[in-house]
């Protein structure tokens, strides 16, 4: 456990919390293939060409060879139809030597209203980003098979960092998304008061400065000012796009949040590496 102090900013290092973590899933990986015998295989879906998308598969192929995880990418064009992606999907949750599942969101604009059916092609036995309506429904009722990895990554940081979801209001920005749903629900089914802000409701960022943890998922580049925030904030970036050279830029406008926060996770190197992490920790964990 580690104390947030009221003297000092803490700017959280993913990359370093993940070092803990990987020790515990090379277990798991051991653990698995003597129970399997054999490794472990992943599926990686990848429609279209999105810069973010590309960035965390390519993280993801980093750490499953770490683990000794076998990837599969698949990626495909974005001029395909939903119904075409979907069967693609479907055969590989039919597939007995794919353990595990995940669609790259977002999905090109062509085909983002059918974001969830596509999703739901996914076996739930295989969802282990926890992104399908099987998913959603068991976790209303705390009987999720897999807590949705980025979900799953706050809870352990702030666990780590004594962030208690009932003390202080939450608000959690972009509260309509896939992951923002799932992440207010969470808070809420731990007892957290939640503030729930969409983009779209502009005017009511202002409300963010009741809040003493902010989450922000929007992918919208600095729509996170620190003037919307109060003095203390704990602010967690779960929002990534690819901007200005290649670089990734997070929802939260970096220099001016860090002057009234008392925690910060940046983008790169936050809840990116750690949210990775618990991926195949859903994957792996199918052993025990």
């Known amino acids: 456990m580690r104390e947030i102090s009221d003297s000092r900013m803490i700017v959280f290092d993913g990359r370093k919390f993940t070092k803990e973590q990987k020790i515990?899933?090379?277990?798991?990986?051991?653990r698995w293939q003597t129970e399997h015998r054999r490794k472990p295989k992943v599926a990686f879906v990848l429609v279209g060409k999105n810069p973010s998308s590309e960035l965390y598969v390519k993280q993801k192929q980093k750490l499953a060879q770490e683990l000794s995880v076998e990837v599969l990418i698949k990626r495909i064009v974005e001029n395909k139809t939903?119904?075409?992606?979907?069967?693609?999907?479907?055969?590989?949750?039919?597939?007995?030597?794919?353990?595990?599942?995940?669609?790259?969101?977002?999905?090109?604009?062509?085909?983002?209203?059918?974001?969830?059916?596509?999703?739901?092609?996914?076996?739930?036995?295989?969802?282990?980003?926890?992104?399908?309506?099987?998913s959603f429904d068991l976790l209303k009722e705390n009987k999720a098979l897999f807590m949705p990895?980025?979900?799953?990554?706050?809870?352990?940081?702030?666990?780590?960092?004594?962030?208690?979801?009932?003390?202080?209001?939450?608000?959690?920005?972009?509260?309509?998304?896939?992951?923002?749903?799932?992440?207010?629900?969470?808070?809420?089914?731990?007892?957290?008061?939640?503030?729930?802000?969409?983009?779209?409701t502009e005017e009511k960022l202002q409300d963010l400065r009741k809040a003493d943890t902010v989450i922000s998922c929007t992918g919208s580049p600095g729509i996170i000012m620190g003037d919307y925030l109060k003095n203390g904030v704990k602010a967690f970036d779960l929002g990534v796009m690819i901007v200005e050279k290649g670089e990734p830029k997070g929802d939260l406008d970096f220099e001016s949040v860090k002057e009234k926060a008392s925690f910060i996770t940046p983008v790169p190197g936050g809840i990116g590496p750690v949210t990775v992490a618990s991926l195949f920790a859903n994957l792996l964990e199918k052993c025990l």
Not at 88 to 116: C, H, M, R, W, Y
Not at 179 to 193: D, P, Q, T
């Open 82 to 134: 939903k119904e075409e992606i979907k069967k693609k999907i479907t055969k590989f949750s039919e597939d007995a030597f794919i353990d595990g599942i995940t669609v790259q969101l977002p999905l090109p604009e062509g085909l983002k209203e059918g974001t969830q059916e596509i999703l739901d092609a996914i076996a739930l036995k295989k969802d282990i980003d926890g992104l399908t309506t099987a």
């Open 149 to 200: 990895a980025v979900t799953r990554a706050v809870l352990e940081v702030m666990d780590t960092y004594k962030i208690k979801p009932t003390e202080g209001v939450f608000a959690v920005v972009g509260a309509k998304g896939w992951v923002g749903k799932r992440m207010a629900l969470v808070l809420k089914n731990n007892g957290a008061e939640v503030l729930e802000i969409d983009l779209g």
């Open 24 to 30: 515990k899933l090379k277990d798991l990986s051991e």
